[in-house]
């Protein structure tokens, strides 16, 4: 067509209507109908596949990670239909996709570092939900672990996100991973004091716990002779659900019993001597 001799007033608008504007409309919708009932369909498969997994031995932590990939697995699937519908080479969109993907990958090599390490976490399982854990700088309940993210709620209720190379990268402390565990105090009473009636008096004390562990068998013995008391080691088993508060029982009773036994828990002190000038009477 010769753009020079073109005369729009030649143009038919009930053609250009029915030729273009009914065409792309309709795609248009048919877009946008096929978007929002994939969206839908999508979330309801992957709760189906959820819920068939949940009734597997598989850990749910796995469950919930397998379903944030197949949700967005599912979301890629139903765009590339919509914008089929909409006359958009696909191919080429994939082809440019997968470019484009590379480039963002690369931008983006601390995120693909993150959804690996989740993968590793997944595979291996350092710690399951549920489990009180140290990792990437703080401790907490393990609430989920996401494509990118491992979710931690600490003992005072807060919710922290650590990005899963943090948890993966670093050194990880399952602290609820076996049932029992070992309560390390250390007692320390004067030089002056009765060190057999301070010994009787902490083994005594943790042996009449009914939550420490006879086996292992609890341990009572000088750990150090220090440079201002003599320091007793106090270590019992627990059950790791009672460790905190047993742990906690234990201190408030060593103190009160060894006050009413009349020994002393020696605390660091400075002696501080004053001498006069030469010459200057005292």
């Not at 073109?6 to 250009?16: S, T, V, Y």
Request: some cysteine; charged content about 20%.
């Amino acid at each position: 067509m010769n753009l020079e001799n073109f005369d729009i007033a030649q143009l038919d608008p009930g053609k250009l209507f029915v030729q273009f504007v009914i065409p792309w409309t309709t795609n248009f919708f048919f877009a946008l109908a096929i978007f929002l009932i994939g969206a839908a369909l999508a979330k309801w498969i992957v709760k189906l596949i959820g819920k068939a997994l949940g009734k597997t031995v598989l850990d749910p932590m796995l469950i919930n990670f397998l379903k944030n990939i197949l949700r967005w697995v599912f979301m890629i699937l139903v765009i590339v239909a919509a914008l089929d519908q909409l006359g958009v080479d696909t191919t080429s969109f994939i082809a440019v996709l997968g470019a484009a993907g590379l480039a963002v990958g690369l931008a983006l090599k601390d995120s693909l570092q993150n959804f690996a390490s989740g993968v590793m976490l997944i595979l291996f399982r350092p710690f399951k939900l549920g489990d009180f854990i140290e990792a990437g700088g703080t401790a907490g309940v393990v609430e989920e672990i996401k494509i990118f993210s491992t979710q931690l709620r600490t003992p005072d209720n807060k919710e922290v996100i650590i990005p899963n190379g943090d948890v993966y990268g670093g050194v990880i402390t399952n602290v609820t991973a076996k049932e029992t565990r070992r309560i390390d105090l250390v007692i320390g009473i004067g030089y002056d004091d009765d060190l057999r009636e301070a010994k009787r008096i902490l083994e005594e004390l943790v042996t009449s716990d009914e939550r420490v562990l006879e086996d292992p068998a609890p341990l009572v013995a000088v750990g150090e002779l220090g440079g201002s008391s003599v320091d007793l080691l106090v270590r019992p088993w627990t059950k790791t659900s009672d460790y905190f508060a047993t742990k906690c029982d234990l201190t408030e009773r060593i103190k009160l019993a060894l006050d009413e036994a009349g020994i002393s828990i020696p605390y660091p002190q400075m002696d501080v001597h004053l001498d006069s000038p030469v010459g200057e009477s005292a």
